[in-house]
């Protein structure tokens, strides 16, 4: 009777563990894998040696430090860390855009005494958030997103300046220039920098008016998070120098971060339609902006030197028209002038936003569709071409956009 | 530090005595012919007396190996001694005890005084405790004995939601008293409180556990104001235990030297709790739910909530319960837990989207009893964790293999 028990009782506990181990080896995502590369926006670039995987980590760390009132953020800030407005390292949503205001011309902010150019929007609890003060015109910016940062970093001037066309003397329509603005002390110019009237070349942010990544980095920790360094000591809430809330050697190594973070993979590439959709990308002259291929030059960072890439920008600032203006502008550009964006990982972006798209400056596209029927200015004929496509055209052409 | 010196020395004189004969320790068995509910689980504990003394020793350690990875990075294995924990009692005379629970984590990097209480005895239905007490929020910060439970991680609402083990300065009644299959039990304090760094922390979200790390919460009430606590439990001898609890207060620092220096704002958190075995089967479930009211600044980062909930449900089947590999009442069952947890719930601002920010997870287990004092774990854990925006979930699958015993 005993054994019998003790039978029946192993028969229960065999055919239950039987049926757990089932359940559990059958899953297949047990153990989850990885994504594919060519589906996620983090990663490295090729070819990093063991040390700078190291600083690459070190930044990641950095870039995803959350900030308090204990470790310096604030007063008034948008973001408490890099993360919070780059998820997945991809285009910003809404609720984290970002204004700035005070430019209403290339001559300059004339709001900088009054909190300009960037609206800290948040503040710590007991604080009052900064308010866009009267007169004062504004723009809002999506954060865009990080990746492939590097090999736009290394692009030479001479290589930029190529590209412009200011006069427009090839008669396409197309005049980009190059954002010309004195840069800040800490930075160091390019071996290669080309200067005019004691300006630089800019190329980073909607309006091309960050130097390089460092100065873009700088910017976002005293702007973004009210964190001052040596390299920007004024706190934006009292306008006061204040003692550095940051090690230069954590900017650094966010910026090493920034410039190692991969290209977007683009995927689907053998497909006929995203095939089709790429030669209508060539024919309706959205490339003449949109340079489909750039190059590095030299790079300390061996994976970065003397290299080919696809990021589908060329760096230089255009008219877009009317309906882009918001009458807020940065460095030598115009209010209707915007810096042609990278279209690479534009596929992405809804994995970074919540599932949705939010394209243009300041996420009011919620399609590509709808982001390229507000293109205007120098690319009202490109908008006009497309518009002309059929609609399996212009799906191939979607699609094409969408590999990237 | 001075805990620090007061532990050595008495587990020196202890150790001083076992030496002398180690059977001078006899364990006192726990008291089963009282009808037991969660607000008793500070003293339904096995403990050892040493000799004639009137103090009473327990504890407990848990260790465990894991391996997981999350979207295919993993960290490799891990040994992991996650707490060894020390229990002092002692009956200073019949209606005056005194008990205290002592937890070393990570190795001994963090001591904590999770308990320290006296409890005054003036009738079954009144007595009051002072000192180091354990919250009454939800069954899980008070009833957390690593021993008790067939799962290695504790419930991730009980800790990153709820800040189990949750303990505070305080003072308060409680009693219970009975009526056939029927028993009530009630808890009420008023303690130390919650502070600022609840919405002002490096995990980017409203985080009630952050508060734990200020060790000054012993001595010094952020606010000013006490944290008010209570909770009441129906127990049913066939149908199980019920309880409701609630803890509220303004947790922010809103005066300083005189001066107004911000506006009062209020944590809220209500919990609802409930255990029972189903007699014929033997099934054990056990479930907790809370929601988590905070005031945030309307100009504050919407990345901290102002409410949150979430939960877990354990389902424990004992499928052998006999003489096994030499041990008289041992048992083996097998179990599940499934949880969830949304730690922002609302929609943006900006959109009028939801904002997601919510975890889940699944955890089915094989537990081993060879005694009443011991479990033996083997866990196998799949979550899904969505961050603010509802991005691609980060996936995480993980297997845990380990121990916890009463000594």
Not at chain 1, 245 to 262: A, G, H, P, R
Not at chain 1, 330 to 339: D, I, L, Q, V
Not at chain 2, 121 to 141: C, D, S, T, Y
């Amino acid at each position: 009777m005993y054994e019998k028990r003790i039978l029946k009782g192993m028969e229960k506990f065999l055919i239950s563990l039987f049926i757990v181990l089932c359940v559990v080896i059958s899953c297949k995502k047990i153990l989850p894998g990885a994504p594919e590369d060519a589906t996620v926006l983090d990663g490295t670039i090729d070819g990093l040696t063991m040390e700078e995987n190291q600083r690459f980590l070190k930044g990641d760390a950095a870039f995803t430090e959350v900030f308090t009132a204990e470790t310096g953020l604030g007063t008034t800030f948008v973001a408490t860390s890099c993360i919070s407005c780059h998820a997945g390292d991809g285009k910003g949503h809404p609720s984290t855009t970002l204004t700035r205001f005070g430019q209403p011309d290339e001559f300059g902010n004339i709001f900088m005494d009054q909190g300009g150019p960037q609206l800290q929007n948040r503040a710590l609890p007991g604080y009052m958030p900064e308010q866009i003060p009267a007169g004062a015109t504004f723009s809002k910016f999506t954060p865009p997103a990080n990746t492939g940062l590097g090999f736009l970093d290394f692009v030479s001037d001479a290589d930029i300046l190529a590209l412009s066309d200011p006069d427009d003397l090839n008669g396409d329509g197309i005049s980009g220039v190059p954002n010309w603005i004195v840069i800040p002390g800490y930075i160091t110019p390019r071996p290669d920098a080309i200067v005019q009237n004691g300006k630089h070349i800019c190329r980073f942010g909607k309006k091309g008016a960050a130097y390089n990544l460092l100065n873009q980095t700088v910017n976002a920790y005293n702007q973004d998070m009210g964190i001052t360094s040596t390299y920007n000591p004024v706190d934006v809430y009292t306008g006061q120098e204040i003692d550095p809330e940051i090690s230069n050697q954590k900017i650094q190594d966010v910026v090493f971060y920034l410039q190692t973070l991969k290209a977007p993979v683009a995927r689907n590439q053998e497909d006929s339609e995203v095939k089709q959709g790429k030669a209508l990308f060539a024919q309706i002259n959205c490339a003449a902006c949109h340079t489909p291929k750039l190059k590095t030059g030299f790079s300390p960072i061996k994976g970065l030197s003397y290299k080919e890439f696809s990021p589908y920008t060329d760096l230089l600032l255009h008219d877009m028209g009317p309906g882009l203006d918001d009458g807020y502008t940065e460095g030598s550009a115009k209010t209707y002038e915007w810096r042609t964006p990278a279209l690479w990982g534009l596929g992405l972006s809804q994995s970074s936003q919540g599932g949705k798209y939010y394209l243009m400056h300041d996420g009011r596209a919620h399609s590509i569709e709808e982001a390229i029927l507000m293109h205007g200015g120098e690319a009202s004929g490109s908008k006009a071409m497309y518009q002309a496509l059929s609609s399996g055209e212009k799906m191939a052409l979607i699609k094409f956009l969408e590999s990237l | 530090m001075i805990y620090r010196f007061l532990f050595v020395y008495l587990f020196i004189s202890l150790a001083s005595q076992a030496q002398v004969d180690s059977t001078l320790f006899r364990r006192v068995p726990k008291d089963t012919t009282k009808n037991a509910m969660n607000m008793d689980a500070v003293y339904n504990r096995p403990f050892l007396a040493l000799g004639k003394s009137p103090v009473a020793i327990g504890g407990y350690l848990e260790s465990n190996w894991q391996y997981g990875v999350t979207d295919g990075i993993t960290e490799g294995h891990q040994f992991q001694a996650r707490r060894l924990t020390v229990f002092l009692a002692s009956k200073i005379n019949r209606r005056l005890k005194f008990l205290s629970e002592i937890e070393f984590e990570e190795g001994g990097r963090e001591i904590a005084i999770e308990f320290a209480s006296m409890d005054l005895e003036l009738h079954p239905l009144l007595n009051f405790r002072g000192g180091i007490v354990m919250n009454p929020i939800g069954a899980f910060n008070q009833n957390h004995d690593g021993p008790k439970w067939e799962f290695i991680d504790r419930p991730i609402s009980a800790t990153q939601m709820l800040p189990a083990t949750w303990s505070n300065t305080g003072f308060g009644i409680f009693g219970k008293t009975f009526h056939k299959s029927w028993m009530i039990g009630y808890e009420l304090y008023l303690t130390g409180n919650f502070d600022n760094s609840i919405i002002e922390n490096t995990e980017n979200k409203t985080f009630l556990p952050a508060a734990k790390r200020n060790p000054e919460r012993f001595e010094e009430i952020n606010s000013g104001l006490p944290l008010m606590n209570g909770k009441i439990a129906v127990r049913n001898r066939k149908a199980g235990e019920l309880g409701v609890s609630y803890m509220g207060g303004v947790y922010n620092k809103f005066q300083d030297d005189g001066l107004i220096i911000d506006s009062r704002r209020r944590v809220d958190v209500f919990a609802v709790d409930y255990n029972t075995t189903i007699p014929t089967i033997n099934t054990t479930i056990i479930a907790e739910w809370a929601w988590v009211f905070v005031q945030v600044p309307a100009t504050y980062t919407q990345q901290f909530g102002t409410k949150q909930y979430g939960g877990f449900i354990d389902i424990i089947q004992p499928i052998l319960s006999r003489s096994m590999l030499g041990w008289e009442k041992a048992t083996l069952n097998l179990a599940c837990r499934l949880e969830y947890v949304d730690w922002n719930v609302g929609t943006f601002t900006e959109t009028g989207d939801n904002i997601y920010e919510h975890l889940w997870s699944i955890a089915p287990a094989i537990s081993f009893r060879p005694n009443a004092q011991t479990v033996f774990r083997f866990n196998y854990r799949y979550q899904q964790q969505t961050d603010l925006l509802g991005n691609p979930p980060a996936l995480t699958g993980m297997f845990q293999l380990g121990f916890s015993t009463y000594f």
